[in-house]
């Protein structure tokens, strides 16, 4: 198994540039979640998803969209960016939605809007 | 707002030293996770303790909650310069959603 797997590694964009981060896993796990990253931040959740076609807002979903048309991905994408949204974004998965499930992260994706 | 956080942000030991690490949280839980990051790269799964549990462990790391405290410990004995990362706890949100909130993390140096 791959595990979970994101591209780009690297992003820079421009102000008002759009992009689509991409998220995959092959371990057929229901949940899925994105996480951006800042420094002194820890992890602060944008989106999670509960299964294909099921999304839900986390604690900093602004300026962010997802979509799950398939268990395996969930896309995050920008539409305008902003230099708020410079940042490291992990995406996550899990078995189930229950809070004891392990979650595995991706490698990231380290984006800088300038 | 954050469930979990963390003290101290960073600790700076010498190899062969144990490290401790703390974690606190707001409301009540029914487990509590610790997650480490390399450097550059996403977190990996360490330890789970659920809150019937007041110590667990694995391998060189023990872990403690105290649910009367809201706050759980992780140790690392003999550490290792290997073991330079960071550590987050991470605890699940109020909501019953799976959703986990992390802290901000204790930031680890082993020097060999």
């Known amino acids: 198994n791959a595990g979970v797997t994101q591209t780009p590694k690297f992003q820079v964009l421009k102000t008002g540039q759009s992009m689509t981060l991409q998220c995959a896993q092959d371990m057929n796990h229901e949940y899925m979640s994105w996480y951006r990253q800042d420094p002194g931040m820890g992890l602060r959740l944008i989106h999670y998803s509960v299964g294909a076609g099921i999304t839900d807002q986390g604690e900093v979903p602004n300026g962010y969209n997802v979509s799950r048309s398939t268990t395996e991905d969930f896309p995050l994408r920008l539409l305008s960016a902003a230099p708020s949204q410079t940042s490291v974004y992990f995406c996550a998965s899990s078995y189930s939605i229950l809070a004891a499930d392990t979650q595995y992260f991706g490698p990231g994706t380290r984006l800088t809007v300038l | ?112």
């Open chain 2, 1 to 112: 707002s954050q469930q979990g956080e963390e003290d101290p942000q960073a600790l700076s030991i010498q190899e062969g030293e144990n490290a401790t690490m703390n974690c606190s949280y707001k409301t009540s839980i029914n487990n509590l996770q610790w997650y480490r990051q390399n450097s550059g790269r996403g977190l990996v799964h360490l330890i789970l303790i659920r809150s019937n549990e007041r110590e667990k462990h694995s391998g060189r790391l023990r872990v403690t909650l105290d649910t009367s405290k809201k706050s759980s410990s992780l140790l690392i004995t003999a550490s290792r310069a290997a073991d330079t990362a960071s550590y987050f706890c991470a605890a699940p949100s109020s909501s019953n959603t799976g959703k986990l909130i992390f802290g901000q993390g204790t930031t680890l140096q082993v020097k060999p």
